[in-house]
């Protein structure tokens, strides 16, 4: 059994065990943490509409998921009030955290945002996938990185870096936003969509015609970012989402949107 069954095994045997008993009073968040994680009197959290995985809208066009409930109670925590500072792409969050415009981001972790970005350990995994029209003669994942086939992605999105390091023959085309790959796909006539497995199932139910690849061609670990250099605010996050991850908080929010196909990231392991 794989690293991703794995998990997803352990995530839903948290969510079915219903709301876990909550654990030993945490201790007060370290002054530096606090002072990083608000620079400007509160959190200000970016939220990314580009993964439905970890954010959508309501009915009434709030904001929810589990990077929402994540960052409220981070704030809750930490003392501070919370802003929400919302977005389309997963470039755009990037580019945020990199401008200090935000204090705090859920996003992919990738080497190359690394450059710029503070992590902790991841507390989802995600699954990146293709999508083909029905009649594509591309059976396999394997058989994307061809000459002459054109790949579609997300500006700035996890599997846009990845892609860009790892396909040798295809060709990527960059959409906007992770949400417009599909509608790009169709419209260029191009041959293959990659994103977020749920994102393009969904997709897929919407516009018809086309089909999935079996499995996927990569896993997504989806962790917390600070700006560069905030260390206290990464230390203080780091034993918070550890925390959340054992609690059963984020499997519990993973339930409760209805959130199939991600599961709880494993526990960091002990240095």
């Not at 690293?3 to 876990?20: D, H, I, V």
């Not at 509160?42 to 409930?69: C, H, M, W, Y």
């Not at 700006?227 to 519990?252: D, H, N």
């Amino acid at each position: 059994m794989d690293l991703f069954r794995r998990t997803l095994c352990a995530a839903s045997a948290l969510a079915l065990a219903g709301c876990a008993a909550p654990g030993p009073a945490s201790a007060p968040p370290p002054a530096a943490a606090i002072a990083e994680l608000s620079s400007t009197g509160k959190l200000r959290a970016a939220i990314n509409f580009g993964n439905p995985i970890l954010a959508t809208r309501s009915a009434s066009g709030e904001p929810q998921g589990v990077s929402v409930d994540l960052a409220r109670e981070a704030a809750r925590r930490l003392g501070v009030p919370i802003e929400l500072v919302l977005f389309n792409s997963a470039g755009n969050v990037v580019e945020a955290v990199k401008a200090r415009q935000v204090d705090l981001a859920f996003v992919a972790i990738d080497p190359v945002r690394a450059a710029d970005m503070e992590y902790t350990a991841p507390y989802v995994i995600i699954e990146g996938a293709y999508l083909v029209r029905n009649d594509s003669p591309l059976r396999r994942n394997e058989d994307v990185d061809r000459a002459g086939t054109r790949v579609v992605v997300g500006r700035g999105s996890a599997y846009d870096l990845f892609l860009t390091r790892e396909i040798k023959a295809a060709t990527l085309v960059r959409a906007p936003t992770s949400p417009a790959v599909t509608d790009l796909f169709l419209a260029e006539k191009l041959d293959v969509a990659a994103g977020v497995k749920q994102q393009l199932e969904a997709d897929a139910q919407r516009v018809g015609g086309v089909r999935l690849l079996p499995g996927r061609f990569m896993v997504i670990e989806q962790a917390m970012g600070v700006p560069k250099g905030r260390t206290a605010a990464q230390a203080w996050l780091s034993g918070f989402i550890e925390e959340m991850k054992a609690s059963g908080f984020v499997a519990q929010g993973l339930q409760r949107h209805q959130i199939q196909g991600a599961a709880v990231a494993p526990a960091r392991a002990s240095r």
